[in-house]
């Protein structure tokens, strides 16, 4: 018997989404200040997963329960901010008696088109990574972040005039400006769990060369690495260049090369053969990278060998 596939349900607008969650209709068709606590934790089997087409930013306390991103869960713990960009698949199942406090602002595209943030937002990484690395805020961030919600709420709540926008649009800035150096402070508050994530890359990149995982499946890919390590690729890069200045397409050709230069000196394989056994589908790409690394062809440092 076939297993059941649940296609997520698309939520269009912000109108629509205030409606599947029984509360009054948004001040503005673009934007949204809404009270989790006004959410009642009810969920039709038609909505566990869905697609919003806008942003969202949610600073949660009392949640139960699980919601997924992609293949992984949130680290939900008291206090944490999470971010979603449109397009991205949600699933949650939520204990029946959950009592979630916080705020969540509702960002359509559409709102921020005439604006420079419009481009900017795109730039901030939190909106692309994994759920697996919700923000976490001390409690001076804490305070300083809800603050800044409140003064978008203020601004939501009052009468509409020509500068209404402008203000409220400056304000999500603001609050998402902060939002990125707390996420870059989390790169170091919690540079433990990074350096394990360090050593478990270092691991598997001399396991897939190790292996014949190189022959199967040639080259080893940014996303191939991230999957594997269940974070998302511009988690791992950003936590990468926070420890070692190095983006992880930049591991991964240090460990191309290392092996490389393992193979030119301790066999007689040559050059083109050295590519292959590299996962090269062409030598030229192997000579190209391979000098680009250490200003040397294959056969110039194989040669100051001998």
Excluded: W
């Amino acid at each position: 018997m076939k297993k059941e596939v649940h296609t997520p349900y698309t939520i269009h607008s912000i109108s629509e989404m205030h409606s599947l969650l029984k509360i009054p209709k948004p001040e503005h068709p673009l934007v949204s200040f809404v009270d989790l606590s006004q959410i009642t934790c009810h969920f039709d089997d038609n909505l566990k997963s869905v697609v919003y087409s806008f942003y969202t930013v949610c600073i949660k306390k009392g949640f139960t329960g699980k919601m997924k991103y992609g293949q992984n869960f949130y680290d939900f713990d008291e206090g944490v901010m999470t971010f979603m960009s449109p397009g991205q698949v949600i699933s949650t199942e939520v204990s029946v008696d959950s009592a979630v406090y916080g705020a969540m602002l509702v960002i359509h595209p559409d709102f921020i088109q005439n604006y420079a943030l419009a481009k900017k937002i795109k730039e901030y990484g939190y909106f692309s990574y994994d759920v697996s690395e919700a923000l976490h805020l001390s409690e001076k961030e804490q305070t300083m972040i809800t603050g800044i919600m409140k003064n978008i709420e203020q601004e939501y709540c009052s009468s509409i005039d020509a500068f209404s926008q402008d203000v409220m649009v400056s304000h999500i800035e603001l609050l998402l400006n902060y939002c990125n150096r707390f996420y870059n402070r989390q790169f170091i508050t919690r540079k433990s769990a990074n350096n394990t994530l360090l050593s478990q890359l270092e691991n598997l990149l001399s396991d897939y060369f190790e292996s014949d995982k190189v022959q199967r499946l040639g080259l080893p890919t940014v996303s191939y690495i991230s999957d594997e390590l269940h974070v998302s690729p511009n988690y791992l890069s950003d936590m990468l260049r926070s420890l070692t200045g190095q983006s992880t397409q930049h591991h991964i050709h240090d460990k191309i090369i290392a092996k490389a230069k393992e193979l030119l000196t301790t066999t007689s394989l040559s050059v083109s053969e050295t590519a292959f056994q590299l996962g090269f589908e062409y030598p030229q790409s192997f000579n190209k990278l391979f000098k680009s690394k250490t200003n040397l062809s294959p056969l110039e440092f194989r040669s100051s060998f001998n």
